[in-house]
């Protein structure tokens, strides 16, 4: 026997997709993605494809370049304390800090949002984070993939991923290796904490302690602990691009998983190394809390977190105060953190 299609038939709602509110999202989410648009791009929403014109942007002999990354087990946090607003910024975060590493502008991203049932609103505040981090960015939300997929992901569940192109003249990549030498000082720009990094160590930290999302931060008065965790990844863009427009950075080197001692050398010809002053700068107090409500060996915690640096630039010493006076006078927080030694 077989069912006569309308009856008794399953639709696509039946089997836990809801196409209508796929399109309530799209509706939602549309203002901010045009908020983004600059030249090159239109940052509308809908089309197959997303394209950028290099010459309308200003480009003569672009060399692209293209990053992607998630925000990773932060977005526990959001989605168990219910702060959503963020995670977007961290996402876009994520990616565009890599394309600043060598030098590039960013110029669009695209997001994609997976989850088992479509909430749109929830959605939204997401999406709507993405677009903020975009404006940060100066870069625009250029398209992007939502997908429903029920029985993939737990209740409540949903991840992100990130996608970003991003451009420099030719000649302007960074790093430049050849230039680099002995004596070349490190600056270090401040991140605004862990950013998007370590947060499984975090987890397991903050369970150890006995706290909840919502118990008052230990390190960061009148805030819950939620929404002091889920300070969003600082986007160092815009600050950046009259540094590297006056070729002031040798080298540069995005801050993420592995902290300072593994990132840095990313950034370094073979026979150099970084010999940093640890006592520079002073770690933001999430860091401590960390440390000692953890016990986590410092080794752990150097190979981990940032401790307080987001983006580190090798530049000439006679350079050096100009970048951090460029730098602090854009509203960043930079700090002469080290040298360049021999390996």
């Not at 080197?253 to 902290?259: E, F, L, P, R, W």
């Not at 010809?269 to 953890?294: S, Y």
Request: net charge negative; hydrophobic share 45%; aromatic share 6%.
């Amino acid at each position: 026997m077989t069912n006569t299609p309308g009856t008794n038939g399953l639709t696509y709602r039946d089997a836990g997709v809801d196409i209508d509110e796929g399109e309530r999202l799209v509706d939602l989410i549309k203002p901010a993605a045009k908020s983004t648009a600059r030249p090159g791009a239109e940052a509308a929403l809908g089309g197959f494809a997303a394209a950028f014109d290099p010459k309308a942007a200003g480009f003569k002999d672009p060399i692209f370049l293209a990053t992607t990354d998630g925000v990773g087990t932060k977005l526990k946090i959001a989605i168990e304390s219910g702060r959503h607003e963020t995670v977007g910024i961290d996402l876009v975060a994520m990616c565009v800090n890599d394309l600043s590493a060598q030098g590039a502008e960013p110029l669009m991203f695209l997001d994609y949002y997976a989850t088992g049932k479509l909430n749109a609103e929830e959605a939204a505040k997401v999406v709507l984070g993405i677009a903020e981090g975009c404006r940060q960015a100066g870069a625009a939300l250029a398209g992007g993939e939502t997908a429903e997929m029920p029985g993939m992901y737990g209740k409540g569940d949903y991840d992100l991923a990130g996608f970003s192109v991003g451009a420099a003249e030719r000649g302007a990549l960074l790093p430049r290796i050849d230039e680099m030498m002995i004596g070349d000082v490190i600056v270090g720009i401040a991140s605004s904490g862990p950013h998007s990094n370590g947060y499984s160590l975090v987890r397991k930290v903050v369970e150890r302690s006995g706290l909840a999302w919502d118990a008052p931060a230990p390190f960061a008065p009148g805030k819950s602990l939620a929404e002091a965790l889920l300070t969003p990844t600082r986007i160092y863009a815009k600050a950046l691009k009259p540094i590297f427009e006056a070729k002031l950075a040798k080298g540069a080197a995005h801050i993420t998983g592995g902290g300072l001692v593994e990132n840095t050398p990313r950034a370094l010809p073979d026979q150099l190394e970084a010999d940093f002053d640890w006592n520079a700068w002073q770690r933001p107090a999430v860091f401590e809390w960390l440390q000692a409500t953890g016990g986590v060996p410092e080794t752990d915690m150097r190979r981990t977190f940032n401790l307080g640096i987001g983006m580190i630039l090798i530049v000439d010493p006679a350079k050096a105060n100009d970048v951090v006076a460029k730098l602090n006078g854009a509203g960043e927080q930079a700090f002469k953190i080290g040298v360049l030694k021999s390996a």
